[in-house]
Structures are given as C-alpha cells and as structure tokens.
C-alpha cells in the first residue's frame, strides 16, 4: 500500500473544531505497490494551528543541524519531499501519534519544546504509540503520588517510562497492593536509575520479604530505606532469600525491619565478612555477637577493614586483648564510629594521664563508655566545671568524676551543684561525697531534691549525715527509704544509722523485722501478764 502523506493550510482544518484531531494530514491511498511510502511534503505547509499546539512555520525555519537529533531516530531525512518505509500491513501508517500534537501535550506537563524533542530523540517509540496510551500511562504515574515537576524530569530523563510494558503491572502492585506505601522520591530515583526491564519480578521480592516475616504495616519503611534498584530490582530473589536466612542467628528479619538498610549490601563479599570479624572478635559466641549487631546495626555499615582499624588501636593504645574490646563493643558498639585520632587518642591519652593503667581503663570504659563518643565541647565544660568545684587535674578521682559526669547533661550537673550549695554544703564537700560516691553527680537534680528533703523535713536528719553516708542518694525514695525508714520507726525509734538502715541486704532486713516484732510482742506480754 502507497500512502502519500500531505498537509495542507486548509482553513477548515485549522478551525478550533478540528483540534482534537490530526485531520491537518490528509491521507491519500494509491493502489499497492510492493512497499509503503509515505510522503511528507514540509514546503506544502505555512500554518499548523490557531492554538500553536504545534507550528510548522517555526519547525520548518529549523537549521538542518536542529532537526537531526528528531528525525533520523524517526528515520527521516530532513529534505523537502520525506520518505518513511512501512512495514505494517494492517495499518496504512506506523506513525500512530501525530509528533505535532505531543509538543502541546508534553507543554501542558511543563516540558518545553527543545526538551520535548530531546525526549522523542531518545524514545522514537513515543512517535509510534497513541497519544491515549501515553496520556493513560502519565495518569498511572501521577496515581503514584508522583507530582508533575517529578513527573517531567522522569520524562526528560528517562522518557521509556511512557511506553515501556513493564511500567504497567509495576505501577498497579505499587498502587493497589502495596497501597502506595512507596514514597514519591523513592520511585523517581529508581524509574531514573534502573532500567524498565529489571521491575520485572518486584512484586515476588517484595512478597517475599512479607511471607519471611516483615509485617505489612512495615513493609513501606523497609523499600523506603533501601535503595530500591540495587537491594531489589537487581538482586535477584534468591539472594535477598540468602541474606535473611543468613541473619537468623543474629536478629533475624527483625533486624532488617530496624535497619533496612542491611538489603543494599552484597551477601558474599560485605555482610558475611563483617559478621565474621565480630564473631572472630567475640570467640566465636554467636549470641554476644547478635548483641551487638542489634545495639547497632549501623556497624554492618563499616568495612571490615575499618573495624580492624578500631581493634587494633585499642589494641596497641590503650592495651586491652581482644576479649576486653568485645565486651567493650557489647555496652558502646558506637566506638567503631568515633575517629581513632580526633577522640579516642586524646580520651585514652588523657586517662593514662590520670594514673590509669590497662585495666584500670578497661573497667572506666566499661562503666563510662560515653567518654568515648560525647563532643570535646561537652567534656569540655565538665571538665572545666569539675575543676572549679575543687577536682585536682590529672588524678585518679577527677577520672572518676569524669566517668561519673558522662552520664548526665551539663545543665542537670550545673542544677546538682547548685542543689548541694543551696543546702549548705560547700564545693570542698560536694568533692568529699563525689570522692567517695562518684555517682552523685550524674543523679536527676530533681530526685535528688526529693530525698534530701525527706531526710531533713521527715527523718528529722542533719545534711552533714550525707558527707559520711552520700550513697543514701542513690537509693529509691519510696521502694526503699520510706518503707525502711517507716518500718524501723515503729520498732527502735528513730536515732538509727542511714547506713545501716539501707545498706542491709531485702532479706536479713525483713529477717531482723521479724525478730523485733516478735521480741516487741514478748515484752509487751510480759508487761501486760505482771
């Protein structure tokens, strides 16, 4: 079939009724001949439209050099008389779009026309598929949540996203089964960077992570943390199956569900080797080991190399064995993300400076882990605020202080201090009592408040007694100082030690409770048969 394929400025044809349709071409079929020409006569035309949907007049005035990115990959040449060879026998022309009407269709979605014909320069499908299919497929995409800024730059930079058969059954799972849980900017960046054929299979990766266990109202934050195309568009289904099998031992899918992120590293070279390192470190204990990748699952983030960095310092540095630097690990796994020179030398340095040997310095990062990840400014002012009240720099107490400090804020440090001076005591007895109970420091100010005033307004106590006995503050006002306190009362009187009321273990107090209260019921008795 021969059709020849030429515009005309038929006055009829540019009236607005004829604008939602191409009747500016006129289709004249010849008898069949053995190949389909079609002949598209460019000189023939001076106007296209009224509503400059698509003017021919400024497309003609076009240098050949700005018509070459659009018409060779449509397989024309830019002369007067255009040639196209058909091969389609059902259809008297493969160009199912008129290519003018997608300039005012792709302007009403914010593209302009030297971006439109960049788009049909990398997809010369668009020229052979229905402007019903390509509007059909921009309403699924905006179903997406997709706003339609995002929707251009898809269409600029991947414009295969407006005719590739994948898209389809990708767009109807995101929508109708997972509820459009995936967030708008997670799809642009994968419909950006995977191709179309590697969503095939999304849907049974995503199923598959629901039947091993991530619950449904989680599945949205998982694929929202991930990076969709290289932890599930390329991955093929069988690893992502490995990985959480794999992670059983060590938190399982509840894992994955805190750290999603996990799925965006490589089975074989990066996860198997880093929960190696740490099982290795542990003495094989696969439980310690679970511990610690569940503190912190952001430690399967570093390398193994980076590990074998921070074991090694602490190694060579501060003298702890392996064994040390795991238990370590287990109540601080952070420290593998504190710089090795910016904090850990100067901290360890610091406390070798206050006397502290190996495992003096094990014990203290133990009890005090935070010294190691807290900002200079933070220890900064503790330091400097310890030295005001009295702390002699370089000392095995003012490590201790420091130890102490840690675990607070400065501004519950600075109220604590006021506290004390508020009730009489002097900046030489708030280092006496934080001498012998470090732990005083880090107390909420609040809670401490309350006890000291139930020992001066109920127990009818001096404040002094606290510089002999300043553990008192550390223990629980209702569960164990009222009810002691109250049961001791009605017994002996109230002239008894705060020490011994409350250092006695639950057991030999309710013992010698008992014991009173028999021996009180004796002698009254006794009393009442005389």
């Known amino acids: 079939m021969v059709a020849l394929l030429t515009m005309f400025t038929n006055p009829i044809l540019s009236s607005p009724s004829s604008c939602c349709c191409s009747s500016s071409i006129t289709l004249l079929l010849h008898p069949p001949i053995p190949l389909t020409t079609v002949h598209f006569s460019l000189s023939s035309v001076s106007a296209f439209h009224p509503h400059e949907w698509f003017s021919i007049s400024k497309f003609s005035k076009a240098s050949r050099n700005e018509l070459k990115p659009l018409f060779p990959q449509l397989g024309l040449r830019p002369t007067k008389h255009i040639s196209i060879q058909c091969s389609c026998i059902n259809s008297p022309t493969n160009l199912h779009t008129d290519i003018g009407i997608l300039f005012p269709f792709f302007r009403e979605l914010g593209l302009e026309d030297r971006e439109t014909e960049l788009v049909l320069d990398k997809n010369p499908t668009l020229a052979l598929t229905s402007l019903d299919s390509i509007r059909a497929r921009v309403r699924s995409l905006l179903s997406l949540r997709i706003d339609s800024l995002t929707l251009s730059y898809l269409i600029i930079k991947c414009p295969s996203v407006l005719t590739a058969e994948e898209i389809d059954p990708f767009i109807c799972f995101v929508r109708d089964e997972l509820e459009n849980k995936i967030e708008p900017m997670q799809l642009k960046h994968l419909l950006t960077t995977a191709d179309p054929r590697f969503l095939v299979g999304f849907d049974k990766k995503v199923k598959l992570l629901l039947d091993r266990g991530v619950p449904s109202e989680k599945i949205g934050y998982v694929l929202n943390h991930v990076k969709l195309a290289k932890a599930v568009c390329l991955r093929p289904i069988e690893e992502i199956d490995r990985t959480i099998t794999f992670f059983s031992p060590y938190g399982g899918i509840d894992l994955i569900v805190r750290r999603p992120e996990i799925l965006n590293y490589n089975l074989e070279s990066q996860l198997i080797p880093r929960i190696g390192f740490l099982l290795d470190l542990s003495g094989g204990d696969k439980d310690a080991t679970g511990n610690v990748v569940r503190r912190l699952p952001m430690i399967l983030s570093y390398s193994v190399e980076h590990l074998e960095g921070h074991v090694e310092f602490l190694r060579s540095f501060a003298g702890l064995n392996n064994q040390e630097i795991f238990k370590i690990f287990l109540?601080?796994?952070?420290?593998?993300?504190?710089?090795?020179?910016?904090?850990?030398?100067?901290?360890?340095?610091?406390?070798?400076?206050?006397?502290?040997?190996?495992?003096?310095?094990?014990?203290?990062?133990?009890?005090?882990?935070?010294?190691?990840?807290?900002?200079?400014?933070?220890?900064?002012?503790?330091?400097v605020f310890l030295v005001k009240i009295g702390y002699k720099y370089r000392t095995r107490d003012m490590a201790m202080a420091m130890g102490s400090v840690t675990r607070t804020s400065c501004e519950n440090l600075r109220k604590v201090i006021w506290l004390f001076l508020s009730y009489g005591l002097s900046y030489s007895d708030i280092v006496s009592m934080s001498t012998k109970h470090p732990q005083i420091l880090q107390y909420n100010h609040s809670s401490l408040e309350e006890k000291m005033e139930y020992l001066i307004e109920d127990m009818g106590r001096e404040v002094g007694e606290l510089l002999a006995f300043p553990a008192f503050l550390g223990y629980k006002l209702d569960e164990r100082i009222k009810v002691r306190y109250e049961a001791k009362k009605k017994i002996t009187g109230e002239g008894m030690s705060i020490n011994k009321l409350l250092t006695v273990s639950t057991k030999r107090f309710s013992t010698k409770k008992k014991e009173k209260k028999f021996l009180h019921a004796v002698e009254n008795l006794t009393c009442d048969e005389g």
């Open 331 to 383: 109540v601080f796994p952070s420290v593998v993300s504190a710089s090795k020179e910016r904090k850990l030398r100067p901290r360890i340095e610091f406390l070798k400076q206050c006397g502290l040997d190996s495992n003096d310095i094990f014990k203290f990062l133990i009890k005090a882990p935070l010294f190691l990840g807290l900002s200079f400014d933070n220890l900064n002012y503790k330091l």
